[in-house]
Nanobody
């Protein structure tokens, strides 16, 4: 049974940083990519970043480009999302998800992901 477990969320002030982790297990076949998505109350889920397992190609949403960095440790089946310079518009429940076959032009489209974690909460406040 595939499991994705997020951790690292918390409450920070604007301008501070967090590092989220996504630990995967139970994959019977190789997954193609891990994506990070976020959903704020009353808003749709949106893709933030994605990384392909095989070659490390990354994709970022414009809203986080230059502030968030996605990385991976294949040996640990873990993907990280470094959140820097957090803004008041960044608070959300952050999810990681695994895609078995990623289409690059849809790298940040949630419907293209097959497995999801439960999420970790990020709060930004003064």
């Amino acid at each position: 049974q595939v499991q994705l477990v997020e951790s690292g969320g918390g409450s920070v002030q604007p301008g501070e940083s967090l590092r989220l982790s996504c630990a995967g297990s139970g994959f019977r076949s190789e997954y193609d990519a891990i994506g990070w998505f976020r959903q704020a109350p009353g808003k749709e889920r949106e893709g933030s970043a994605c990384i392909r397992k095989r070659d490390g190609t990354t994709y970022y949403a414009d809203s986080v480009k230059g502030r968030f960095t996605i990385s991976k440790d294949n040996a640990k089946d873990t993907v990280y999302l470094q959140l820097n310079s957090l803004k008041p518009e960044d608070p959300a429940l952050y999810y990681c998800a695994a895609s078995l076959l990623l289409h690059p032009i849809r790298a940040l489209i949630s419907n293209d992901y097959d497995y999801w974690g439960q999420g970790t909460q990020v709060t930004v406040s003064l």
